[in-house]
């Protein structure tokens, strides 16, 4: 069974750090990509950050470059995303996704094919 589990999400205050992680099970993780998307209150999916296969590359959205960091641990089957000098605008529900190619750090949501269910994350102002 593919799956995508993430957590770490929660509220806090702007300035503050939370750090989310994706545990994947089912599938050969060292075989793809790995991203994470931010969706806000109305508006779409957004691309945050993605990964190579191996952590050799990585893509951020302007937005949070600098703050963000994407990392992984492929004993581990899990990616993570630690957020720094968080602000009320990153506020949204926090989603891995499964690239469609070992190296692809595209933004678009088409390079992506599987995804987790997410996790809030709250920063107050």
């Known amino acids: 069974q593919v799956q995508l589990v993430e957590s770490g999400g929660g509220l806090v205050q702007a300035g503050g750090s939370l750090r989310l992680s994706c545990a994947a099970s089912?599938?050969?993780?060292?075989?793809?990509?790995m991203g994470w998307f931010r969706r806000a209150p109305g508006k779409g999916r957004e691309f945050v950050a993605s990964?190579?296969?191996?952590?050799?590359?990585?893509n951020y959205a302007d937005s949070v470059k600098g703050r963000f960091t994407i990392s992984r641990d492929n004993a581990k089957k899990t990616i993570y995303l630690q957020m720094n000098s968080l602000k009320p605008e990153d506020t949204a529900i926090y989603y891995c996704?499964?690239?469609?190619?070992?190296?692809?750090?595209?933004?678009?949501?088409?390079?992506?094919?599987?995804w987790g269910q997410g996790t809030q994350v709250t920063v107050s102002s």
């Open positions: 996704a499964r690239g469609v190619h070992s190296s692809a750090l595209g933004p678009a949501d088409n390079d992506y094919g599987v």
């Open positions: 089912g599938f050969i993780f060292t075989s793809y990509a």
């Open positions: 990964i190579t296969w191996s952590g050799s590359s990585t």
